[in-house]
């Protein structure tokens, strides 16, 4: 496959970053990645405010990804663009920004699973998974595992019936009194606190599904029962608070991640998505390989929102000859099998 000579600029704008990358011959050259900081003081996303973030951001950052990649526009032979699942105005921007310098160019549109993206992001650097692995697919919107066959070909095996796991991380980092996205922040508060100092209670369900909604509840009744004791007990407990919480929420996926792999018996074992950057997560996912599993972990800068990504996973449709069309719709919900 290498040394085909095939060029592909890519774009996200799912959620709120804005991201151009640039792939040739499989190598991704540039990941350029603009986030949004106008979020956190509304404490989540707000749609119109990421689309119009998009909107200023999306020259630049493909300017830069072919200036740092040294790509002529010429020398594309197709755009990217996530075509969802993801907030429609900001996929919006993302497509029709993809479409209209395609149509300029008389280049082909390819159009990118969000998700899938997420998980073929183990195959821009080396190691890489063999076929069949089992992928923790962790972000803000999505908690699923998948059972990856080959590039293209994927079956969500195991997900969330409601929150999350990114969702849990941040809206209990908002009880907490933290900033959106709080994930991070708890990440960060954990590293000086004692994951046992606080116990969470698990949710009962189904062997491959996930439930985070609970635990959410949960948090806030203890924090509220607290306060009405000690007014200071979260500023007085936060690390211990992070911690605890961190703990829990890994201490779940890698259970069902483990469950999986006993019943696909399949022990090549990925993370992707935004969660994944997650140190605590990296780290049990890591100590697996003394159990005599595969692990496979993202670089960092392809864990959260990026284009490289994408590249990527366009570069294998390139491959298949799949193409979208002109009026391709984003999809705000789009199932990954
Ligand atoms: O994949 P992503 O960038 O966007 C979506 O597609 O949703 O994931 C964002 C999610 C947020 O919920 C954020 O809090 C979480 O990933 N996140 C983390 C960490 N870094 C990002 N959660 C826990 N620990 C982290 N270090
Ligand atoms: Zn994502």
């Not at 799912?14 to 011959?25: E, F, Q, R, Y």
């Not at 899938?116 to 195959?123: P, R, V």
């Not at 409601?162 to 922040?185: S, V």
Request: with cysteine; glycine share 8%.
């Amino acid at each position: 496959m290498e040394g085909d000579n095939i060029c592909i600029l890519a774009i996200e704008s799912s959620c709120d970053d804005t991201s151009a990358a640039v792939i040739k011959d499989g190598k991704v050259l540039a990941n350029i990645i603009v986030s949004q900081a106008i979020h956190a003081e509304w404490g989540g996303i707000v749609p119109e405010l990421a689309s119009r973030a998009h909107h200023q951001n999306i020259i630049p950052v493909v300017d830069k990804a072919l200036k740092d990649s040294n790509i002529k526009k010429d020398e594309l032979n197709a755009i990217a663009y996530t075509g969802g699942p993801g907030l429609m105005g900001s996929l919006m921007v993302g497509g029709s920004f993809a479409k209209a310098m395609a149509l300029s160019l008389g280049i082909q549109t390819i159009s990118v699973h969000h998700m899938k993206a997420h998980i073929l992001a183990h195959f821009i650097d080396k190691p890489k998974p063999q076929f069949p692995f089992l992928c923790l697919t962790v972000s803000g919107g999505h908690t699923q595992i998948v059972l990856v066959r080959d590039y293209l070909d994927m079956e969500v095996v195991g997900s969330t019936i409601d929150d999350a796991a990114g969702e849990a991380f941040d809206k209990c980092a908002k009880i907490f009194g933290l900033t959106y996205p709080g994930g991070p922040l708890i990440d960060r508060h954990a590293k000086n606190g004692n994951p046992h100092a606080f116990k969470f209670t698990k949710p009962r369900v189904d062997e491959l599904s996930f439930s985070f909604s609970g635990l959410k509840t949960a948090v806030l009744y203890f924090v509220q029962k607290q306060q009405q004791l000690n007014p200071d007990f979260v500023k007085q407990n936060l690390s211990d608070l992070c911690a605890s919480l961190q703990f829990t929420i890994v201490d779940i996926l890698i259970g069902k991640l483990l469950t999986a792999s006993d019943k696909f018996k399949v022990r090549e074992l990925a993370i992707a998505g935004g969660v994944s950057a997650n140190s605590l997560l990296r780290k049990e996912l890591d100590e697996l390989e003394k159990k005599g599993y595969n692990t496979f972990i993202p670089d960092l800068q392809y864990c959260l929102d990026n284009a490289g990504m994408v590249a990527m996973t366009a570069y294998f449709q390139y491959l298949k000859k799949d193409f979208a069309s002109l009026d391709f719709e984003p999809k705000a919900r789009w199932p990954i099998d």
